[in-house]
């Protein structure tokens, strides 16, 4: 077996050229570091645009028409009759798993934010027909909730948009929705969301 004959570069020719240095461990690491905080970056934005284009699909344009609901137990509640203050108004029913679970905290907040300007009404969409008697058997279960039991009918529901439960929206002192969630939050999330609508003037 031979080796292959190479010839001596000529005199006087200049050096081949260096070929550069492998980038070190560290510099890879933090390109890749760089990488890798651009895709998360970018991937937060987009989160953050399609939650504002879901919240804002929830949210009726400008202040909220002034709906009369119906009170458990009797009487009229005008959304005009909250003005000056921030009203959590959560959409509900009996017969619904999740709402049942969430309703504890948003009671317990309710009363503990009150002094603070929060309103809480809690619109049940239970059936006309039936939901007198449903309500009335879950209150057994929560009395502390009976002050806040309004109905909301369809017309109510058209406005915002109601298509699950439990929808929750926050308007402001004037009347404007300012957030809205659809489905069940733990007690720390809405605690959040309470705490930051009273902060928006």
């Not at 059936?127 to 058997?137: F, I, T």
């Not at 009918?153 to 957030?179: C, H, Q, S």
Request: glycine content about 6%; aromatic content about 8%; hydrophobic content about 40%.
């Amino acid at each position: 077996m031979t080796e292959p004959v190479t010839n001596p570069p000529p005199a006087g020719a200049p050096p081949p050229p260096t070929p550069p240095p492998a980038p070190s461990t560290g510099e890879k690491a933090s390109k890749a570091l760089l990488i890798l905080t651009a895709v998360f970056g970018l991937a937060g934005v987009l989160y953050l645009g399609i939650m504002e284009a879901q919240r804002s699909k929830l949210a009726p344009e400008g202040s909220v028409p002034s709906f009369v609901m119906e009170r458990y137990g009797g009487g009229k509640l005008a959304m005009s009759d909250l003005r000056g203050k921030v009203v959590m108004l959560d959409f509900w029913a009996t017969w619904c798993p999740p709402c049942q679970e969430e309703m504890p905290s948003l009671v317990k907040l309710a009363k503990e934010f009150e002094p603070q300007g929060l309103a809480f009404v809690a619109a049940s969409r239970d059936d006309d027909d039936v939901k007198e008697e449903l309500v009335r058997q879950f209150l057994g279960r929560m009395p502390e909730l009976e002050p806040y039991v309004v109905y909301a009918n369809d017309e109510v529901a058209m406005a915002f948009r109601i298509e699950a439960l439990p929808t929750l929206y926050f308007l402001n002192r004037e009347g404007k929705v300012i957030d809205a969630v659809r489905g069940m939050m733990s007690e720390p999330q809405l605690r959040r969301r309470i705490e930051k609508a009273l902060k928006e003037q």
